[in-house]
């Protein structure tokens, strides 16, 4: 039987961009890999759209392959991959990445003290990230050269504010096996917060020195975390 597909979910502000480092390494173990674009960062009209629009995009995707699935999921990411997933028949296992991986009548929000952070620039339906005082490149990319993190960050696009107040109704970590990556030097999600969310569902647990971005300052080892998920 062949290796599960792996299925790619950026988080918020990002895109299936952000895994190029990390696709080629796991197709040269023999993996088949996708990576998706998230409507609320990706739609033409995504100030309309929410989670479930989101979930909705995840869930088409898993269906789409044929055979098993690995899904691996960044930061946001985590929570429509959560919502989306539950009662999947082909997913074998989750990949957390430094990701949300939340609990029933939880939000992203609420898991962030209920108030948006100071670096989040929240402009009615859309919130852009980082601001002179906390500057992208310091948040998301504080692990790599910085004209690597000033390109990544001119990436970097609007991401629809409604999801991140948006509770999750179903929890696919219940019953699917996963995994959660801790990022030992992320600036934006909390050493003592992501080993909080590593503990659910009884994860595998995997640690690496890096910042909120593993899949670009250390891709060899994160490509080596995501192969070994669901064998």
Not at 43 to 65: S, Y
Not at 162 to 168: S, V
Not at 192 to 221: C, I, K, M, W, Y
Request: charged share 15%; glycine share 8%.
């Amino acid at each position: 039987m062949s290796d599960p597909t792996i299925l790619l979910v950026h988080g918020a502000w990002h895109g299936a961009w952000c895994w190029d480092a990390v696709i080629p390494l796991l197709e040269a173990k023999g993996r088949t890999v996708h990576a998706i674009d998230l409507p609320t960062v990706h739609a033409p009209n995504k100030a309309e759209l929410g989670l479930a629009d989101d979930a909705q995009a995840v869930t088409d995707a898993a269906a789409a392959i044929d055979g098993p699935v690995v899904v691996v999921a960044h930061s946001y990411g985590g929570v429509p991959t959560t919502q989306a997933l539950a009662g999947a028949e082909n997913v074998v296992h989750i990949v957390y990445i430094a990701a949300f991986a939340l609990d029933a009548g939880e939000s992203l929000l609420g898991a962030v003290g209920g108030e948006a952070p100071s670096w989040w620039m929240v402009d009615g339906p859309l919130t852009t990230a980082g601001n002179d005082a906390e500057p992208a490149e310091s948040l998301f990319f504080n692990d790599l050269p910085a004209d690597v993190a000033s390109a990544n960050v001119a990436r970097l696009q609007s991401q629809a504010t409604k999801p991140f107040g948006e509770a999750i109704t179903e929890v696919a970590w219940k019953t699917i096996p996963s995994t959660y990556l801790i990022t030992e030097q992320d600036v934006i999600f909390p050493l003592f917060a992501q080993e909080a969310l590593s503990g659910r569902a009884g994860s595998t647990v995997h640690r690496l020195d890096t910042g909120h971005s593993p899949f670009l300052s250390q891709p060899e080892a994160t490509a080596a975390i995501i192969d070994a998920a669901g064998r």
